[in-house]
């Protein structure tokens, strides 16, 4: 089945920095990566995703790239905001299930 | 947007009883339906797939006797614990699809805690 690896577990950046989290993935096959925010308590929160035939996909300060060779895709967020301090899931779906990564916990430091 | 509620947000019950969790998607249809697991601190764990008029696929571990589920219309599917015990304690979160794959957009329920006493 599919394994996603998350990098890093954990990620503190200054208000204003910006912040990069990377995934991979193991099956080939997979061909739709959503990122998801969750706040403590909460539900996951859609905030961007990306298909296999895009490379790049920018929605203001968030944009996610694909590099389908190597399988893994990473998230960017620029300009951070102390609001932006949540926990991070990438996941990758084929044709059954979407598979998480571990998650990445970022803390936006005022 | 699409929108999926949760039913109850919390319980708590004693050992040995059953809950059951309703997961609702409000302005959409969902053919398929999942259900999450999520211990403190990790990730989510797919405990098995619902499938609106068919029986559900569960993943490798997870008991089909333990956790029922059942998905009686395309707007709603539900989840029961049998038999509850302490270390079935945990945040139970159902996501839809606006489709009728994986591959399509999922959206999340805002989940509930389950506490057994």
């Known amino acids: 089945g599919e394994n996603v690896e998350q990098h890093p577990s954990t990620l503190s950046v200054q208000e204003g920095d910006s912040a990069v989290i990377k995934c991979t993935y193991s099956d080939s096959a997979s061909n739709y990566f959503p990122w998801y925010k969750q706040e403590l308590g909460k539900r996951p929160q859609l905030i961007i995703d990306i298909r296999s035939n895009v490379g790049e996909k920018k929605d203001q300060r968030i944009a996610v790239t694909l590099n389908k060779t190597a399988k893994h895709f990473s998230l960017h967020i620029t300009e951070t905001q102390p609001e932006d301090s949540a926990v991070y899931f990438c996941?990758?779906?084929?044709?059954?299930?979407?598979?998480f990564g571990k998650g990445t916990k970022l803390s936006v430091i005022p | 947007g699409a929108v999926v509620s949760q039913h109850p947000s919390r319980v708590i019950c004693k050992s040995g009883t059953s809950v059951k969790i309703e997961c609702r998607s409000l302005?959409?249809?969902?053919?398929?339906m999942f259900w999450y697991r999520q211990f403190p601190k990790q990730s989510l764990m797919l405990m098995a797939t619902s499938n609106e008029g068919s029986k559900a696929t569960y993943e490798q571990g997870v008991e089909k006797d333990k956790f029922l589920i059942n998905h009686a219309s395309l707007t709603l599917s539900t989840l029961t614990v049998t038999s509850a015990h302490p270390e079935d304690s945990s945040f139970y979160i159902c996501s839809a699809g606006t489709g009728g794959f994986s591959t399509d957009t999922q959206y999340f329920g805002p989940g509930t805690r389950l506490t057994v006493l």
């Open positions: 302005d959409f249809q969902a053919t398929t």
């Open positions: 996941a990758a779906s084929g044709s059954y299930q979407l598979t």
